[in-house]
Antibody
Framework: AVQLVESGGGLVQPKESLKISCAAS????????MYWVRQAPGKGLEWVAR??????????YYADSVKGRFTISRDDSKSMVYLQMDNLKTEDTAMYYC??????WGQGVMVTVSS | DVVMTQTPVSLSLAIGQPASISCKSS???????????LSWILQRPGQSPKRLIY???KLDSGVPDRFSGSGSETEFTLKISRVEAEDLGVYYC?????????FGSGTKLEIK
């Protein structure tokens, strides 16, 4: 069965950094584009970032709200996808989900940015 | 950015009734590869999202066939032929044709 398990969330102060991770299993990870999607408390879903596969040069794409601050990356040898979040803002507070091309989703990891 | 407009905002239906949710995009969702990357996502209370339908009308594995998706270009519909208790939650449409990918604002389905 496909599993996506996020980790690394927590409470940080504004302008700090945090790196969250997603461990994938149960499918051929190297063949899947990976996404991060977030959901602020009580709000809807917001797409954050996408990373394509090796044949597509690991191309990355970002929402305007995080461009220049967040970096998505992957390690196919470990079936892991990461989201490095720098210069965090209070409006980045959300549950962060990783998803394999929008199909399977993890349980999410909470990131809280507050002073 | 592509704006995804979902209606209605909420639905309150009895078990066995049909449901229909509309999603309209501000521009065509047909990709240059000819495919239309429009999905429907269900988020049950307290749970992570789950995809039900992709490429407009293809059901994900394990999704009951009472769910169906249709549409083209800029107008799409999710239908439930007979609502069941487990169908409650918030439904989102999501386009992955254009960057940034965008979601509809959601339709909350309540069971009477």
């Amino acid at each position: 069965a496909v599993q996506l398990v996020e980790s690394g969330g927590g409470l940080v102060q504004p302008k700090e950094s945090l790196k969250i991770s997603c461990a994938a299993s149960g499918f051929t990870f190297s063949n899947a584009a990976m996404y991060w999607v977030r959901q602020a408390p009580g709000k809807g879903l917001e797409w954050v970032a996408r990373i394509r596969t090796k044949p597509n040069n690991y191309a990355t794409y970002y929402a305007d709200s995080v461009k220049g601050r967040f970096t998505i990356s992957r390690d196919d040898s470990k079936s892991m996808v990461y989201l490095q979040m720098d210069n965090l803002k209070t409006e980045d507070t959300a549950m962060y989900y990783c998803t394999a091309a929008g199909g399977d989703w993890g349980q999410g990891v909470m990131v809280t940015v507050s002073s | 950015d592509v704006v995804m407009t979902q209606t209605p905002v909420s639905l309150s239906l009895a078990i066995g009734q049909p449901a229909s949710i509309s999603c309209k995009s501000s521009q065509s969702l047909v990709h240059s590869d000819g495919k239309t990357y429009l999905s429907w996502i269900l988020q049950r209370p307290g749970q992570s999202p789950k995809r039900l339908i992709y490429l407009v009308s293809k059901l994900d594995s394990g999704v009951p066939d009472r769910f169906s998706g249709s549409g083209s270009e800029t107008e799409f519909t999710l239908k439930i032929s007979r609502v069941e208790a487990e169908d409650l939650g918030v439904y989102y449409c999501w386009q992955a044709t254009h960057f940034p990918h965008t979601f509809g604002s959601g339709t909350k389905l309540e069971i009477k």
